[in-house]
């Protein structure tokens, strides 16, 4: 089992910027590409960025690439999601998610559900 908590959402201007973390406990010793997800008000949850265990490979969707950067840290067993030039149609519930012995391509493209696991999520609004 892993656990995943996410931390650094908030509220912030258009134009800003922030930082999510997701900290991971539990088996952390295997191969999880880790990825980040949202989910708007009445919106299905979707891809936003992914990262192989080792960090060697990412993959952003299309409508961040550029502004968001996905990393990880795997001394610290934490990934980052740093978010610039936000605007009000990031606003969204943020998910951090695991999945063991896939690529960050894979996650990209693969239905969200099929992830092993998830966090609680963190809120980030993006106001005009």
């Known amino acids: 089992q892993v656990q995943l908590v996410e931390s650094g959402g908030g509220l912030v201007q258009a134009g800003g910027s922030l930082r999510l973390s997701c900290a991971a406990s539990?088996?952390?010793?295997?191969?999880?590409?880790m990825g980040w997800f949202r989910q708007a008000p009445g919106k299905e949850r979707e891809f936003v960025a992914a990262?192989?265990?080792?960090?060697?490979?990412?993959h952003h969707a299309d409508s961040v690439k550029g502004r968001f950067t996905i990393s990880r840290d795997n001394a610290k067993n934490t990934v980052y999601l740093q978010m610039n030039s936000l605007t009000p149609e990031d606003t969204a519930v943020y998910y951090c998610?695991?999945?063991?012995?896939?690529?960050?391509?894979?996650?990209?493209?693969?239905?969200?559900?099929?992830?092993?696991?998830w966090g609680q999520g963190t809120q980030v609004t993006v106001s005009s």
């Open positions: 539990g088996r952390t010793d295997a191969s999880y590409a």
């Open positions: 998610a695991a999945t063991e012995g896939v690529t960050a391509h894979a996650m990209a493209y693969t239905p969200p559900h099929v992830n092993d696991y």
């Open positions: 990262i192989t265990w080792n960090g060697g490979s990412t």
